[in-house]
């Protein structure tokens, strides 16, 4: 089948691009100031014979790409390294931070997706009337204010002023109630919905506001179309036209910005965490920057990294799922 | 066109405006015509003239800041649209008008419907060809999912589209231009309407492509009975599909006769210019003859005849009057119309008056001729010189065509 054919193709696509994130964030963390040995002894005064010891200890006496290649066979084989900082495994570390932000980031999308969506087009369907004009202007404090200061002020508002709902942490909803202390699974989940409230509104917001604008748009011009014209020139009631005609072909490049928005979505998350003071990747990437933990930093990298590279990858697929227009490659 | 009964579709001084910052625009302004059963009716002229928003107009399709404003268009004795004079005065629209909702169940798709002129943007890009094909049917005849399924191949094939059953699952993007055009005409011909309207449907298309879609739709049209609207702006096309032809200028119709009658007796010298515009095998000129200048804007018509400004045979008379289209000349029963002065009907005026040669004199004289007011009423003057304004802009206009 050609879907398949064309993933593979997009996969094998994407390789070069890990090498290239693996190869520039390696040269760059070794060319950081800062000595990580000197860091982990924090500043005890040891002779030269020690330093040397540990240095062969880790590797670091040998040149960068030696140093690079051992590291990349480790990475092929599931090791992402040892944080010399925290002495423990980085894929333990990452394993264990991974489901709060993925948590976040997924609903944070969902968030934006099922405001975006109606909102986009009831702006398009009431063009240039008061409510599109609304629009514009949440959308344009949307784009236009960092995710961070929304999530601060939420806090203020709904945690502080109004103590509706609470300013920090999550509650996992794959743990058990008991480690909560809770009476059973429905207070699981109903707290496992107020500790996300405000951190996805916060990541969520600039996303619904580009998705917005973006619906919006593509729906102005899929009504425009000339087969919405047609469907309507054989009588298909307008409410069909709106759902079905115009919308379908409206979604397309929605996909398309889903995908490519991934990476200020996590880029926003290591803000979001910081902020809500959840124990996610992002977190650990800002401590990580800290200390200097260049092992650590590595692994988020590339684990960054290839969540970005696999998010385009299935949006070109969806894509190619969804427009009939897009070929697999093998009719060109 | 045998029994001159009652016509299929009646429109009667049908008005049609959009309402722009810049200003109206009157992009049908005033048309009259009939389509009878089983005719196939041609509505001509260059871009701008109003074709296509009068088709539209028939089926209450105008895009907003569009409006019909004034006129009635009956179809098989109901009313599409109509108005009536109301006790304070104002025009509201009749009590046996359709509603909207009639509109869309009763008469599009299923009493009227439409072949569009881009057929690579008519059909929607992510629904297969025979989805949409389907969902018509569905919608305008009253048959199950599966029968309208096999509806739609039937067509498909009938259309000429080879191996229809399997086409039916494959996306517009897969079809030829010519392909798609079958679609649009299956498509228009599975509802089963006794009137379809052709909105240049073979422009976009290659000129051998062109010559099968109109022998399709000649065959099909014997086949089916179905009337026609054809839209066009080609005159060979014209010729060779339709039975009676109406010439559009700037909104107006400005000549209505039998297609042979148009050809070989005509009789409004823009229809003339049109004709001398083209190639035709049944004259041999040295080099074709363009209608000078462009059409204006239909925002601004000029006074007197539209057509003036750009008419070879144009005299002082041609600025001032505004001519309807009168019945000019009868042949095989059925009348030959014309909207200008120079035919007898419209009395001496033409005759007296000067010819309007210099292009500089033509200018100077339209800025005074809003101040005169010839009374001798040959014709009403022009419903839109009544307007404030509108003679000195008439004027501009000129001044306009001078400079190019």
Sequence with gaps: MGLLRYTAGRVVQAIPVLIGITVITFILANLAPGDPVRLMLQGQEVNQEVIARIERQYGLHRPLHERYLTYMSNVLQGDLGHSIHRDRPVTALLAQRAGPTLMLVLSAYAFALATAIPLGIIAATRRNEPTDHVSRIVALIGVSTPSFWIGIVLILIFAIQLGWLPSSGLVYPWRSPDQYGYSGYPELAYQTIRHLLLPMIALGTLQMATLMRVERTQMIESLQGEYVKLARAYGVPERTILRKHAFQVAQLPIITIIGLNLSTALGGAVLTEYVFNINGIGRLFLEAIQSLDYQLIMGITIVIGTMFVVGVIITDISYAYIDPRVTYGEHD | ?404
């Design chain 2, 1 to 404: 066109m045998s029994s001159r009964s009652d016509p299929l579709l009646r429109v009667e001084n049908l008005k049609t405006q959009f309402f722009t910052d810049a200003g109206t625009v009157r992009a049908v302004d005033g048309i009259s015509f009939e389509v009878y059963e089983g005719e196939i009716v041609g509505l001509v002229g260059e871009s701008g003239a109003g074709k296509s928003v009068a088709s539209m107009s028939l089926l209450r399709l105008v895009d907003s800041p569009g409006q019909i404003v004034d006129g009635e268009i009956t179809y098989k004795g109901e009313t599409i649209f109509g108005l009536e004079e109301g006790p304070d005065g104002d025009l509201h629209e009749r009590e046996d008008m359709l509603t909207n909702e009639e509109v869309r169940t009763r008469i599009r798709g299923n009493e009227i419907a439409v072949i569009f002129q881009d057929p690579m943007e008519s059909l929607n890009p992510v629904f297969t060809v025979g989805s949409q094909l389907r969902e018509f049917i569905e919608l305008n005849r009253d048959l199950s999912s599966d029968e309208a399924r096999r509806e739609a191949v039937d067509m498909l094939r009938e259309v000429g589209i080879p191996d229809p059953a399997e086409r039916y699952e494959e996306y517009p993007h897969q079809f030829s231009g010519g392909m798609r055009q079958r679609v649009l005409i299956a498509m228009a011909l599975a509802c089963e309407p006794n009137l379809i309207i052709a909105d240049e449907p073979t422009t976009a298309l290659d000129v051998t492509v062109e010559g099968q879609i109109i022998d399709l739709v000649d065959d099909l049209q014997a086949k089916y009975g179905t009337s026609f609207i054809w839209v066009t702006h080609d005159m060979g096309v014209v010729a060779e599909i339709c039975d009676r032809v109406n010439v559009m200028y700037l909104g107006e119709i400005v000549e209505q006769a039998p297609v042979d009658e148009l050809f070989y007796d005509t009789k409004h010298p823009y229809t003339e210019a049109l004709l001398n515009s083209m190639p035709r095998p049944d004259r041999t000129v040295a080099e074709l003859d363009p209608i000078r200048g462009v059409m204006p804007e239909a925002i601004n018509p000029p006074a007197g005849c539209r057509f003036h400004p750009r008419c070879p045979d144009a005299r002082e008379a041609c600025k001032r009057i505004h001519p309807e289209n009168r019945e000019v000349a009868r042949a095989d029963g059925q009348p030959h119309r014309a909207a200008c002065i120079k035919h007898d009907v419209f009395g001496d005026e033409y005759e007296e008056s000067v010819p309007l040669e210099e292009r500089a004199q033509e200018t100077a004289a339209s800025a005074t001729d809003g101040g005169e007011s010839e009374g001798s009423g040959v014709e009403s003057r022009s419903q839109s010189g009544s307007e404030s304004g509108n003679t000195s802009k008439a004027g501009s206009q000129h001044g306009g065509d001078d400079r190019e």
